[in-house]
């Protein structure tokens, strides 16, 4: 048996942290679920940018719309709703039959308008209504500005993947705005079911100390802070509040690691994988993470439910000048900032692609 297949077992669901046309046209992506146990998968645009700038599958496509789509950005969501949802319609028969838990896409919302709510908000609404499909998740940050929005999408049925979390405190305040989504739904009589992940990253914390670890602990931070946060996310499955929620049909916001491939050279390349295993929680893994683990991945024993040793490990950081709080806040502030300039890179990307495609056609 795989290793992936063992982790889907255990009740992990795997996901591909990747699209491309060609993973799609190539029947890749079909194969990866059949045979690599992937249930879902992630987007982002870094990830949109290199499949377009790197490729030639969306030559024709930005051929076909280029005088239609006025903007970068109105082209880009037109093409990576195509992508999407063709996946989303490969992942709709686990969707169904896992009712709803599983079979997941998403789709992010512009970083550029993330510190405004209420457009963040309009943007989510726009982008689910056009995909279409019910089993897309509309991607928002986690950021302090981003949190009244999420409730605002929950409230307003839309199935939402929070992104860019890094520690157990930011976790519960993306699960609390959740929660309050729900909540309202059911003041409002309206069905409870909106599903959601909350998508913590784990690599970047090793990377933003590397060569400050105390001894015997290096990489070994982002795992600490998984534990963390793994912990409060199984306090929070079985909390009242929760418990009131889920008696009236809600669905639980899932615990998701994010940021899984290893940055360190000389560290194993499946490390975060084999040590955040744990049931029901999302690995969502770029495609030579995958293949890596798929080859010679080893399935540890899962998270434990009390944290393990995490509480231990972050205080040796703290007392080695390493404040795991200040940390958290930026490395967010880093990731929110990473996006808008990922987003400016692919839309100029675009931009780019449609001049060449144009000036290819007109000679």
Known sequence: MKATEQLHHMGQSLWLDNITRGLLTSGT???YIRELSITGLTSNPSIFDHAIRDTAFYDEAIRGKMHGAEASEQLFFELALEDLTKAADLFRPIHDASNGLDGWVSLEVSPLLADDPAKTLEAAKKLWAAAGRPNLFIKIPGTP???SAIE???FAGIPVNVTLLFSRDQYL???SAFMRGVERRIEAHLNPAVHSVASIFISRWDKAVAGKAPDGLKNSLGIAVAKQAYKAYRELLISPRWRQLAAKSACAQRLLWASTSTKDPKAPDTLYISALAAPN???TMPEA???AFADHGQVANPL????GDCEIVLDRFARG??????LAEQLQREGAEDFVKSWNDLLQCIESKAHAVRAGAGG
Do not use: F, Q, Y
């Open 173 to 175: 305040k993306a699960a």
């Open 152 to 154: 605002d999408a929950i």
């Open 281 to 283: 929680t999302v690995n």
């Open 304 to 307: 434990p439910v009390d944290g």
């Open 289 to 291: 993470t995958l293949l």
């Open 29 to 31: 992506l079909e194969r």
């Open 145 to 147: 500005e981003g949190v």
């Open 321 to 326: 000048g390493i404040d795991p709080g200040k």
